[in-house]
């Protein structure tokens, strides 16, 4: 049975509560959003175990964590409750006043060159917005969304799902990048030069496989990796500092401040180029502040990197 028929005897009032606390993890924290006394907070908690027939929330440390139960119901109500919510907000968003607060998933490489614009734009138009940068994996992308412990989310990106939407912000193509003075630099890349070099693989799920690496197994070749960050921010660093190549996002060394240090040349073989996407859950869809946030991130990156093609959600 859906978790929303078990709703029938509880007002929106206590729902509110209920999310208020599954989102800020703590019945201290839910109370301050919620301008409530704990205790109130508390006896709320109580009057939901008695319909939901569970404990909901269990202490952990200094706050509180939620049961099986508790995350399944929390999945359900996101969506009706964003909806409500919309309904019943005002029909204006007004960026100048409002203190809403974006939590995006983000490359470091992507915030390093986006976040200096969107702040510019923010100090002069926006000054009350937050926006809060989320370790990015693509792996967690979806429960982080449907879970509403982020807003957006920006990366390497494919369909998800019909609950989630996406917007192609910029295609990404692949250099193979070394120090200016590398034995390898300035001159073209073979394919023996390049298996024959010591790599640096920027991986920030930590595995040691790469994209370059799927598209050499299926030509029957290996490269050795070296070394792997899990950060693009220190790969220009490190290849200053050693004879180590590495297959990077074009990105990376365009937007790096070592740039003009760095050589960038193209790889010796054929690695598909990657659509840089924009994610969300589609209870955000007419959220007027979100469609807001999303035309921010959008232009700024269409000055930073090529546009992407017209078409856009989908």
């Not at 709320?44 to 027939?53: C, G, H, K, L």
């Not at 109500?77 to 983000?106: E, G, M, W």
Request: glycine share 4%; proline share 4%.
């Amino acid at each position: 049975m859906n978790c929303l028929a078990t709703m029938k005897d509880l007002d929106l009032h206590l729902v509110s509560i209920f999310d208020a606390v599954m989102t800020e993890g703590s019945v201290t924290k839910a109370a301050e959003r919620l301008a409530m006394t704990q205790s109130a907070v508390s006896n709320a908690i109580a009057r939901m175990r008695v319909v939901w027939e569970d404990p909901l929330f269990t202490r952990s440390g200094r706050g509180i964590k939620a049961t099986a139960r508790a995350q399944e119901l929390w999945r359900d109500i996101q969506a009706p409750l964003a909806a409500i919510r919309v309904a019943a907000s005002p029909t204006r968003f007004d960026a100048a006043t409002s203190t809403r607060a974006f939590r995006v998933a983000v490359t470091d490489y992507v915030s390093g060159a986006l976040w200096p614009l969107l702040r510019q734009y923010i100090e002069t138009h926006a000054k009350g917005i937050r926006i809060l940068a989320v370790p990015y994996t693509s792996q967690a992308t979806a429960s982080q969304l449907r879970d509403s412990n982020i807003d957006l989310c920006i990366g390497g990106l494919q369909h998800m799902g019909d609950e989630f939407r996406l917007q192609r912000l910029f295609v990404e193509n692949w250099v193979c990048a070394m120090r200016s003075d590398h034995p390898l630099a300035n001159a073209p890349l073979s394919g023996d030069d390049f298996l024959e070099a010591e790599h640096l693989l920027v991986s920030l799920s930590g595995d040691p496989v790469g994209f370059a690496d799927v598209s050499l197994e299926r030509m029957g070749k290996r490269r050795r990796v070296a070394m792997t960050l899990n950060n693009f921010a220190g790969a220009p660093s490190l290849l200053l500092a050693s004879d180590l190549i590495a297959v990077l996002p074009a990105g990376v060394v365009q937007t790096h401040t070592l740039r003009e240090s760095i050589y960038a040349c193209d790889v010796p073989f054929a690695i598909p180029p990657f659509d840089c996407q924009m994610a969300w859950h589609t209870r955000h869809e007419r959220d007027l502040a979100h469609r807001w946030m999303r035309a921010r991130i959008s232009e700024a990156c269409g000055r930073i990197w090529k546009p992407a093609d017209a078409s856009r959600d989908r």
